[in-house]
């Protein structure tokens, strides 16, 4: 009995050993804040157990209600669709108004939720706020001037633009979820800035294929954290965007590790319904909320250009046609979705617990055209 006691530390020992140096040491982040939870897989409430960082909401600006607010049920076909992913709010806010208002399961007005990829949104339009504050010169800035040991070279040279539209010809598996892929080193690694810079290498051409790529998300963030100069990501996001929307609460930025409190600039945002809906709205109003212009209106044209040979993504978002209109899409892993519609004056926002699986990651989710449906005929009023 002893001699098996023995042996069984050794190999513990060993394995330890092993995963250190093979610099899979993440694994045991992983284990702590899925495994020994009772989890498969990542969750919408595993910021519970990671370091996270405050992004503060200031002086509160309630949303308008409209006059028809939550007059009409959602549909039966809606209901089915929400049971099935498990939906925790689904918002549909026409006109700069909360027209429809609806929670399932323990979700409610001031439930706070993992965004995940929506938070590439806010990484986008914040180097975009860099640039206007003269922290960055230009969009079209190569990645080396800002991070001068980035050592690949790629013709035509990789710039931030290329980060931000998902077009960077660097090596990523987006749907490979297994416990040594690169996506979960990013998820549970101690020090973010050194993956970014170590975990990727070229495959490609920047501008040549559309690639979604959340380590480039991340580099990004990597280079927002050198031109700062001291100040968190998750405070130029408080000052630029969560307080002059007049969010109603804090929201929260997961970090890398409470050494090296780098943001997850890829997917590390934590935040209600009502409060993500804001930056869509303001999407839809030219970037403007509340008579202050968030937003230039040549930082709205960017976001709404497809670039390179893109397709389904155009500038830290996504794009796509309904009925022959175009809509933006700000999307997060297990259907973390605001959807900014023009030609409706809509903006639709669902969070919850799961999403259609993708055969192809570069495709819009199915279950989003549903939504829009159903914020179509509410309001219609049918």
């Known amino acids: 009995m002893k001699k098996t006691f023995l042996l069984l530390i050794a190999f513990i020992l060993m394995l330890i050993a092993a995963l250190f140096l093979t610099d899979n040491s993440h694994l045991f982040t992983a284990a702590r804040i899925i495994w020994l939870r009772g989890q498969t897989d990542v969750g919408i409430y595993d910021f519970t157990a990671q370091n996270t960082r405050a992004i503060k909401a200031g002086k509160h600006f309630p949303w308008p209600v409209h006059e028809a607010y939550n007059k009409q049920p959602l549909s039966e076909e809606i209901l089915k669709i929400h049971e099935q992913y498990k939906t925790l709010a689904f918002l549909v806010i026409k006109d700069g108004k909360i027209l ?31 640039i206007e504050k003269g922290l960055i010169s230009n969009i079209d800035d190569p990645v080396k001037k800002y991070i001068p040991e980035w050592k690949h070279s790629q013709s ?58 959340s380590g480039a998300t991340q580099l990004l963030g990597t280079v927002l954290s050198r031109v700062l100069k001291g100040q968190s990501l998750s405070d130029f996001i408080s000052e630029e965007f969560w307080q002059p929307l007049g969010c109603q609460q804090d929201a929260l930025f997961i970090l890398d590790s409470k050494e090296k409190g780098i943001e ?8 209600s319904a009502r409060d993500v809906s804001r930056l869509g709205q303001t999407i839809l109003n030219e970037g403007r909320w509340n008579g202050q212009q968030i937003l230039s209106e040549k930082d709205v044209k960017l976001i709404k250009t497809i670039p390179y040979n893109n397709q389904t993504y155009s500038y830290g978002i996504w794009t796509g046609v309904y009925e022959g209109n175009r809509f933006y899409l700000q999307s997060g892993f297990r259907g973390q979705y605001i959807i900014s519609f023009p030609a409706h004056n809509l903006v639709i926002t669902r ?32």
């Open 156 to 213: 035509p040279e990789l710039t931030l633009r290329h980060l931000a539209s998902m077009s960077a010809g660097l090596s990523w598996d987006e749907m490979d979820h297994s416990p040594f892929s690169l996506i979960a080193k990013f998820n549970f690694y101690h020090d973010l800035q050194k993956i970014s810079i170590d975990g990727m290498h070229p495959i490609g051409n920047p501008g040549d294929v559309q690639h979604y790529n």
């Open 264 to 271: 997850k600039a890829f997917g590390g945002m934590v935040a």
């Open 100 to 130: 429809n208002e609806n929670y399932f399961l323990e979700g409610n007005q001031k439930e706070r939720t993992a965004l995940w990829s929506v938070t590439k949104t806010y990484t986008s339009l914040a180097t975009l706020k860099a």
């Open 351 to 382: 969070l919850g617990h799961l999403a259609s699986k993708k055969k192809n990651i570069e495709d819009l989710p199915v279950e989003v055209f549903d939504y829009i449906k159903e914020a179509l005929r509410l309001a219609n009023g049918k």
